[in-house]
Structure formats: structure tokens, C-alpha cells
Nanobody, 121 residues
Framework: QVQLVESGGGLVPGGGSLRLSCAASGTIFSINGMGWYRQAPGKQREWVASITSDGSTNQANSVKGRFTISRGNAKNTVYLQMNSLKPEDTAVYYC???????????????WGQGTQVTVSS
């Protein structure tokens, strides 16, 4: 019913930049918050950044000042601009969206498949 597709991951040297994109599609009535989590090898998934439907943003302390989250004009796309990347940012990055599907009153969280970000030292 709902699909989130991420793109933009890759290998980048320390200090470099990447921009992740995530687009939601399917039988969507509305989307509220969107955001990003990441999971490094051997670690739990951790929250990175989020953005509400009215554009309010929040970031984890570990990325504040380096990562910027934004949404596209159509509101079904979320971006994560990552600057000044560090080796410890290496992880699989997952986007999510709080979605209300057509013919339902319930809000559910949908997840993307993940995109690998590797930062070399």
C-alpha cells in the first residue's frame, strides 16, 4: 500500500557531504512527521532527525550543526543533507513517515529499506 524509497547513500571521505532522499508513494491520504534513523554495525538503531508537517525540525545532538532535514514542496519527500561527515556517521540510514492511508483513520509509521552511508577516515 505504502512505499518509501531512499536514495543518495554511498562512500565519502571524512569531511565530505551527502544528500539522502526519501519519497513516499502509494494509497496515502496524508503524511504527518517524517524523519531519519540510522543503525551502525553492532549498534541499536538511533534517531537522527525529524520534521513535522508544518516544517519544525529537530536533530540529535551528535549531528546538530552538520545535518539538515527538509521536506519537498509536495510534502511526500524528505531530505537529509549531511555535511562535515565523520567516520562515526557510517551506518545504514532509514527514513520513516507517519502516514494515514486512504480509507483509514489510523496513523502508521512506514519505513524505507535503508541506504548505506560509509565515511572513510
Amino acid at each position: 500500500q505504502v512505499q518509501l524509497v531512499e536514495s543518495g547513500g554511498g562512500l565519502v571521505p571524512g569531511g565530505g557531504s551527502l544528500r539522502l532522499s526519501c519519497a513516499a508513494s502509494g494509497t496515502i491520504f496524508s503524511i504527518n512527521g517524517m524523519g531519519w534513523y540510522r543503525q551502525a554495525p553492532g549498534k541499536q538503531r538511533e534517531w537522527v532527525a525529524s520534521i513535522t508537517s508544518d516544517g519544525s525540525t529537530n536533530q540529535a545532538n551528535s549531528v546538530k550543526g552538520r545535518f539538515t532535514i527538509s521536506r519537498g514542496n509536495a510534502k511526500n519527500t524528505v531530505y537529509l543533507q549531511m555535511n562535515s561527515l565523520k567516520p562515526e556517521d557510517t551506518a545504514v540510514y532509514y527514513c520513516y513517515a507517519e502516514i494515514r492511508v486512504v480509507d483509514s483513520f489510523a496513523m502508521t509509521r512506514a519505513w524505507g529499506q535503508g541506504t548505506q552511508v560509509t565515511v572513510s577516515s
